[in-house]
């Protein structure tokens, strides 16, 4: 159980076009998701808590306008990646509480998307 | 404000032999400890947690992981390592309600056969 799928695991795009990842909660109800970004043989970097129905809560020093979340429906939760720049390239990783779940809960997280910006 | 530190970047041990990876972290009140796994183009995969009770933890694969509350530690440890146990191992604290999960730098563990 709790299985979380995220798409696409690889994605190659040029510079200056926008990419969408989705985050899809497979057997459970997610109203929380959270995206993490992971540079290269460093930890992840919490961007933004995704929480359905209501616009997403963005870290600091994370461009909102750049990094779009939607999180429409209780199972899935996107993330845009607008006007890329190879800067941007980097392992994009989800992941979602279920809904009800006591707060000491562990999260599930997707396989990740690993983004290139050509 | 909570934080996670592994100090060592790099864990070798040879197949067989016990393996620990080192954890400390700093919260205020009561901590909730995870440590998770990743393989390498995969998202993680929760191993195990300490919420409360007793000090050993108990999770997948093996593993288990000793909760120290004087010396602020929460080691992964296994009594035998396995090739397949080589990955990438991320220590994560949470501390009182609202406050988000804060993940380790992470240890890279190479288990040699």
């Known amino acids: 159980g709790a299985v979380v799928s995220q798409h696409p695991s690889r994605v190659i795009c040029k510079s200056g076009t926008s990419v969408k990842i989705e985050c899809r909660s497979l057997?459970?109800?997610?109203?929380?998701m959270f995206w993490y970004r992971q540079f290269p043989k460093q930890s992840l970097m919490l961007m933004a808590t995704s929480n359905e129905g209501s616009k997403a809560t963005y870290e600091q020093g994370v461009e909102k306008d750049k990094f779009l979340i939607n999180h429409a429906s209780l199972t899935l939760s996107t993330l845009t990646v607008t006007s890329a720049h190879p800067e941007d390239s980097s392992f994009y990783i989800c992941?979602?509480?279920?809904?009800?779940?006591?707060?000491?809960?562990?999260?599930?997280f997707g396989n990740g998307t690993r983004l290139t910006v050509t | 404000a909570q934080s996670v530190a592994q100090p060592e970047d790099q864990v070798n041990v040879a197949e067989g032999n016990p393996l620990t990876v080192k954890c400390t972290y700093s919260?205020?009140?009561?901590?909730?400890l995870f440590w998770y796994v990743q393989y390498p183009n995969r998202g993680l995969q929760f191993l195990l947690k300490?919420?409360?009770?007793?000090?050993l933890v108990k999770g997948s694969y093996g593993f288990e992981a000793e909760f120290n509350k004087s010396q602020t530690s929460f080691h992964l440890k296994k009594p035998s390592a396995l090739v397949s146990d080589s990955a990438l191992y991320f220590c994560?604290?949470?501390?009182?309600?609202?406050?988000?999960?804060?993940f380790g730098p992470g240890t890279r563990l190479s288990v040699l056969p």
């Open positions: 300490y919420i409360t009770g007793d000090n």
């Open positions: 057997d459970f109800q997610a109203t929380t």
């Open positions: 919260v205020s009140g009561n901590p909730y």
């Open positions: 992941s979602a509480r279920e809904t009800g779940s006591s707060y000491n809960s562990p999260l599930h």
């Open positions: 994560a604290v949470r501390g009182g309600y609202g406050q988000n999960f804060v």
